[in-house]
């Protein structure tokens, strides 16, 4: 009888470390989104290989990945909050070397904003549900492509975008809540 027990170390290693590093993938950082697996169910449904880190992953670790997009999740807090999560500068750093798009949802484009130099403000209240979302008129991204000139989103955040960094462009907006 041979004894087939995983030893610990093995166990505890993330499923993308088990088997080829070099498969392309879009790394999705999580926040505390509680919406962090939906969003790479909806990846994956893409036929996308995608894998979930915390945002508090080390460049080590990433960097060992061939690294296709990442996206930042949403979470609860506010990028102002002492103890607040943000991104490692060394990541910011891999992401302008290899030149790797990112998608910031909620939170994560409130750190997008904060890290680059744009404005983020409290909102009056948290705000949380469904909401119409439309594109900005005359606005030509890939990102919106295949989607109609309005579609719904589910929100749920505390601050607001007031001011886009330099050499970032609105591509949408929130236009009406339902």
């Not at 990541?91 to 484009?109: A, H, Q």
Request: with cysteine; net charge negative.
């Amino acid at each position: 009888m041979t004894d087939t027990t995983v030893t610990e170390p093995e166990y505890l290693k993330q499923s993308s470390q088990l088997g080829n590093l070099n498969r392309p993938q879009v790394a999705i950082l999580d926040f505390g989104s509680q919406y962090s697996h939906l969003i790479a169910r909806r990846v994956r449904e893409m036929s996308v290989y995608c894998e979930l880190y915390s945002c508090l992953v080390s460049v080590d670790e990433l960097s060992i990945h061939n690294i296709t997009a990442i996206i930042l999740s949403g979470g609860p807090n506010s990028v102002y909050e002492e103890g607040a999560p943000h991104v490692a500068p060394e990541i910011w750093d891999m992401i302008k070397e290899r030149e790797i798009p990112v998608l910031g949802i909620c939170y994560g484009m409130q750190e997008l904003a904060h890290v680059f130099g744009g404005k983020v403000a409290p909102g009056l209240k948290r705000e949380y549900g469904k909401a119409m979302v439309s594109r900005i008129e005359g606005c030509n991204s890939r990102l919106l492509d295949g989607l109609d000139g309005e579609f719904a989103m589910w929100m749920s955040h505390g601050d607001k975008l007031i001011e886009v960094p330099k050499g970032f462009k609105k591509i949408g907006k929130l236009s009406r809540l339902s």
